[in-house]
Nanobody, 120 residues
Framework: VQLQASGGGLVQAGGSLRLSCAAS????????RGWFRQAPGKEREFVAR????????VYADSLEGRFTISRDNAQNTVYLQMNSLKPEDTAVYYC??????????????WGQGTQVTVSS
């Protein structure tokens, strides 16, 4: 069972990136999935999650509506569209699934992380 995150990179402030998280098994299409991030020297924090059908999404308050999570269950993939990026968004972004406690990041499955760097 694997979650493969991709799409990170270096972008200037104000730019956009789209992260992808592909799952290796179709069972992931029927569970809640989401994203976390960890900035240098900081604890990992919740970013967003999406219900299995995509109809319900939850975001961290700090994002101020700049990020959008979506999913394509036919492709077993979850996306994180990040707009109006700020230097403080710089972090390693991790996708996750089957989390018993999303606020604390208690999750059964984790992707390997993808680096997002926003330059000022």
């Amino acid at each position: 069972v694997q979650l493969q995150a991709s799409g990170g990179g270096l972008v200037q402030a104000g730019g956009s990136l789209r992260l992808s998280c592909a799952a290796s098994e179709r069972t992931f299409s029927s569970i809640v999935r989401g994203w976390f991030r960890q900035a240098p020297g900081k604890e990992r924090e919740f970013v967003a999650r999406i219900s299995w059908g995509g109809g319900r999404t939850v975001y961290a308050d700090s994002l101020e509506g700049r990020f959008t999570i979506s999913r394509d269950n036919a492709q077993n993939t979850v996306y994180l569209q990040m707009n109006s990026l700020k230097p403080e968004d710089t972090a390693v972004y991790y996708c996750a699934a089957s989390c018993g406690d999303w606020s604390r990041g208690v999750c059964a499955y984790w992707g390997q992380g993808t680096q997002v760097t926003v330059s000022s």
